[in-house]
DNA sequence: CCTCAGTAGTGCC
DNA sequence: GGCACTACTGAGG
């Protein structure tokens, strides 16, 4: 029966929980309450023990809350994700766009194989809220699609990165001029 | 703006 | 087997 250790936190896109097992991290998870992170990171870790504390949990945390507030997620963290083969090898891909930038399911899709639907469903099973980048992936007219944790959020984080990012591209102007396609919904 | 087909895995009758 | 639902895309109206 492995455990897990976690801390949470407060930040400007609402509570975060982040667990860490011997080896790195396992998940960073956004919630509304620290309750419904409880659930969420149970529900996705059912046959694992969960230990509140710890030095590496916290200092997780802390660098997780640095990357979430300075938009900088480069944190020197190990992270070390469950999920498919395919599943990782989109994440993968994430972690290679530039911070400011993004790309698109189908670029995704190009470069690991599967379409456009399979990279967001896998981007959708990433676990590791921010550190790995899927909210970088946005749709190929420009929307942003979906967010796992709420469109918001995923809206706010790319905004952070453009802000630290070098003036790259037209895609500053093509995210925030278009009409975005999912309804604002409060961060509750 | 809208709908629809193609896409493929998953879940529920 | 049919139908619905995805973090999609491209064509057509």
Redesign the pocket.
């Known amino acids: 029966l492995q455990t897990l250790s976690f801390a949470m936190g407060t930040t400007s896109l609402g509570r975060v929980l982040v667990a860490t097992c011997e080896n790195g991290v396992r998940a960073v998870l956004f919630g509304s309450d620290e309750k419904s992170l409880l659930v969420d990171v149970q529900g996705r870790n059912p046959r694992t023990r969960l230990a509140r504390g710890g030095d590496m949990a916290e200092q997780a945390l802390a660098a997780v809350v640095r990357a979430i507030e300075t938009g900088d997620i480069d944190t020197g963290l190990v992270l070390v994700p469950r999920g498919t083969d395919y599943q990782r090898r989109v994440w993968k891909a994430s972690r290679e766009i530039p911070v400011g930038a993004t790309a ?3 670029e995704i899709a190009a470069k690991v194989g599967g ?7 896998a ?2 099973a ?1 676990a590791v809220a921010v550190l790995i980048p ?2 970088r ?1 946005v ?3 420009g929307g942003l ?5 709420g469109i918001h959020r ?1 809206r706010a984080i790319i905004e952070r990165e453009q802000e630290i990012a070098p003036p790259a591209d037209s895609l500053f102007s093509r995210l925030t001029t278009k ?1 975005q396609n999912a309804p604002e919904q409060p961060f509750h």
Do not use: L
Request: with cysteine.
């Open positions: 698109t399911y189908k379409t456009a639907q399979e990279v967001g469903e981007c959708a990433n899927c909210h992936v749709r190929s007219d699609a979906g967010y796992r944790w995923k009409k």
